[in-house]
């Protein structure tokens, strides 16, 4: 896993520094039509609310109705899995304040701009990937069975911030990462009682 993590990383600087420009513009350009409408439907996949929405529900059924801990505590870990790497991601986007590449192309601003709370400048790093990853990965740990399909639309996810010009391909490569280790860390740290088996 550690390696992973820095090669991604890696990569992730030198996109900054040699392809992210080159990726916008292009897909500006070239995405456009039936090719933009597609991935439109497709990067809703990666908004946290229905996730945060349903797994709370499902906990609160399972829980007090059904009286199912073991299910409840799926929909627990899901629940956290969402929120904190969310919380996460939104930290460094302030922190960070990377310009949006449409502010590229109306005002041929690149960077960052540390401290911004401002859409334009919280590029860095793409929510919606932090999501989509952070669910492929508990997919992978407990439905091993689905994880294929899991990562899948995760790296779709992915793409479709970057061909939509909302985000660079380092601001998703590092969203990714974020979701990834957010699960991670939470598999370690997870109160005992509250323990899930996983593969």
């Known amino acids: 896993m550690k390696q992973y993590i820095i090669i991604t ?11 992210d420009r080159t990726i916008a513009e292009w897909s500006v350009h070239y995405c456009v039509g039936g090719c933009n409408d597609f991935f439109v ?9 229905p996730y945060l929405i349903g797994s709370a529900l499902l906990f609160f059924y399972f829980h007090y109705i059904k009286k199912n801990l073991y299910k409840s ?28 590449p449409c502010m590229l192309f109306e005002k041929v601003l690149y960077g960052f701009d540390f401290f911004h709370r401002n859409s334009d400048m919280n590029s860095f790093p793409s929510g919606h990937t932090t999501t989509a990853f952070a669910l492929a990965m508990y997919i992978s740990l407990y439905w091993p069975r689905w ?31 974020v979701g990834v280790i ?18």
């Open 41 to 49: 439907a497709v990067t809703q996949l990666g908004i946290s609310t």
């Open 9 to 19: 990383f890696f990569i992730a600087i030198c996109a900054y520094f040699v392809l």
């Open 182 to 199: 957010t699960v991670s860390i939470l598999c370690i740290y997870w109160p005992k009682k509250w323990r899930l088996n996983s593969a």
């Open 73 to 100: 505590h799926h929909a627990l870990f899901l629940f956290a899995v969402v929120a904190i790497s969310g919380i996460i991601t939104g930290i460094i986007k302030v922190i960070a304040g990377r310009v949006r």
């Open 147 to 177: 994880a294929v399909i899991g990562w899948i639309i995760a790296i779709a996810v992915g793409v479709s911030r970057v061909l939509l010009t909302k985000h660079y391909l380092s601001d998703v490569l590092v969203g990714a990462l």
